[in-house]
């Protein structure tokens, strides 16, 4: 075994700098969190509980098994623009009888669950992770339909969530929908796509338009129950399977569904039945990433706080040393881990972590990238040693792997390292940023200064004198538009990650996620494609 030591001192002043920074980091997460919590507000929740029906998160406890945690996915989803955060939609991984579900409850309070752009975005996400990782899929219903002020940003691509369901079916994923009150128009396909479905009686809504707009269309007059009632869809058209009485049977006959599934995992169980947790405590991950980012850290203290056991078997310890590669378990399932030391990704790093996902892909491992990357290394010198090919071979292994990726943002991810390093567009499994990360083309001053280069030389170009004043305000504005757009909350507003989380909850966030990508069978890639070298 090959434990990690640590060189951590809690009591340094750069350790206690370093805390307080992540420490403030966290306090804007909870804010944004609990502004997703509250809903649509105190009063639309009482008037809500006033009828006698339950919050989206209230709906996810009882589905749920007891004492079974939930890992609630894109929870700040708006975060910034002009909708509530958490984008009016409820998403996450539950254990419901003992199997991992993928769960989606809309959240009535919020302009009556009306579907957004961003909750748009957020519940085709989860259809995405449900299928990668074959996931059954709950839904918890009752939306309002489309908000019709953005409809045109939701109409056409809103189409692919309905899509999505029938494809979840049709590869084997059961989806089930429990309709708790209104499922209107375009709505009334999420339990129409379902596999199973379940109508409350005085309750559930689904039509596709209701009276008013079938006065307007045809000239019928009907009412809500004779149009979409649970008893009409449960005894007439068919559509319910099951008809509740109340919210819990609801729920209760949501529970009863997948417990008939006879569902069974194609990936391999945990190499280890009974994993060692970590040696070290993982309180201490507060004090290790600097506040400053242009500071490196050794990621190696991170994996001593987030393996099994802190064991770690390194590869290739002397060679491309700013990128650390190893094998180690997590949480009982074995793991290869690509974790950055030094920010910068020269040639030797791009082709060790080439030469690494080949050997991950040829064992069926899961691979773990932990980003702390200021991007691949730039000069004339690094050009002619060929740092765009040997990019390309990294970004090449990484796009073409077929092993489960999850990824991590520990501090910086800029440039194409954060290609490298799989990011967002590259497609993993799942995602997660901690609170003091940053995600851009490059790091702010950076970018105000490539712009004042190019501005400069415009100038001369023209015979102009250049404006100093000018420049220094541009460069000023540039620098604080860029460190706000790079942020991780602003940045997981807008879906570019599954959640910010506390670094202290790394372990069982991505213990969770490989129980669940394990749903699925677990292959390496079979080729990948031409490699220059």
């Avoid at 509530?84 to 419901?96: C, D, E, K, L, R």
């Avoid at 851009?440 to 501005?455: C, F, N």
């Avoid at 989380?501 to 069982?508: H, L, M």
């Amino acid at each position: 075994m090959s434990i990690l030591d640590s060189a951590v001192d809690p009591s340094a002043p750069s350790y206690l700098a370093n805390r307080a920074a992540l420490l403030e980091r966290l306090a804007e997460l909870d804010t944004a969190l609990d502004q997703a919590r509250a809903g649509g507000g105190e009063k639309y929740v009482t008037r809500h509980h006033s009828r006698g029906k339950l919050l989206p998160r209230e709906r996810i406890e009882l589905l749920v098994d007891a004492d079974s945690p939930f890992l609630e996915l894109s929870p700040v989803a708006a975060y910034g623009s002009d909708f509530p955060v958490g984008a009016s939609v409820v998403t996450g991984i539950g254990v419901v009888e003992g199997v991992e579900c993928l769960i989606v409850a809309n959240d009535p309070t919020v302009r009556g669950g009306a579907v957004n752009p961003w909750s748009l975005a957020k519940t085709r996400r989860a259809g995405e992770i449900a299928l990668a990782n074959r996931l059954p899929m709950v839904n918890l219903v009752e939306s309002a339909g489309a908000d019709l002020p953005t409809q045109a940003e939701i109409f056409i691509p809103g189409g692919r969530v309905f899509r999505d369901l029938t494809r979840l079916s049709a590869a084997g994923i059961p989806t089930v929908s429990v309709v708790f009150g209104n499922a209107t128009a375009g709505g009334a396909y999420v339990p129409g796509m379902s596999d199973h479905v379940i109508m409350i009686r005085d309750r559930s809504q689904v039509y596709l338009a209701g009276p008013p707009l079938v006065k307007m269309a045809t000239g019928e007059v009907t009412d809500d129950e004779s149009l979409g009632g649970a008893a009409m869809h449960a005894g007439t058209s068919g559509l319910a399977d099951y008809l509740a009485e109340d919210e819990r049977d609801g729920i209760r006959l949501a529970r009863q569904c997948v417990r008939r599934l006879n569902w069974r995992k194609q990936g391999p169980s945990p190499r280890t039945t009974a994993p060692q947790p970590p040696k070290y405590d993982p309180e201490e991950l507060l004090g290790i990433t600097s506040a400053d980012l242009k500071v490196p850290f050794d990621p190696r203290e991170v994996l001593a706080r987030i393996l099994d056991g802190s064991d770690f078997d390194e590869f290739k310890p002397a060679y491309g040393d700013a990128l650390v590669t190893g094998w180690g378990e997590l949480h009982g399932y074995p793991v290869g881990v690509l974790a950055n030391a030094r920010g910068v990704l020269f040639s030797a790093e791009a082709q060790k972590a080439a030469q690494f996902i080949q050997l991950a892909n040829a064992s069926d491992t899961p691979l773990i990238f932990l980003q702390n990357t200021t991007g691949y290394m730039v000069g004339t010198e690094y050009e002619q040693r060929g740092i765009i090919k040997h990019g390309a071979l990294m970004i090449n292994a990484v796009s073409n792997s077929t092993v489960p990726h999850l990824t991590v943002n520990l501090g910086a991810s800029y440039g194409a390292g954060n290609y490298g390093m799989c990011g967002r567009a590259y497609e993993p499994r799942f995602l997660f940023t901690w609170p003091n990360a940053k995600s851009a083309v490059m790091g702010p001053a950076q970018l105000a200064g490539v712009l004042s280069i190019v501005a400069r030389q415009a100038a001369a170009a023209r015979g102009r004198d250049y404006d100093e004043e000018s420049d220094a305000a541009m460069r000023m504005m540039v620098e604080q538009q860029i460190e706000s757009q790079s942020g991780a909350l602003f940045l997981s507003g807008r879906l570019y990650d599954d959640g910010v989380i506390d670094p202290r909850d790394t372990r069982t966030v991505l213990g969770l996620c490989l129980s669940a990508i394990h749903n699925g069978p677990v292959k390496g890639a079979d080729g990948f494609g031409v490699f220059r070298m």
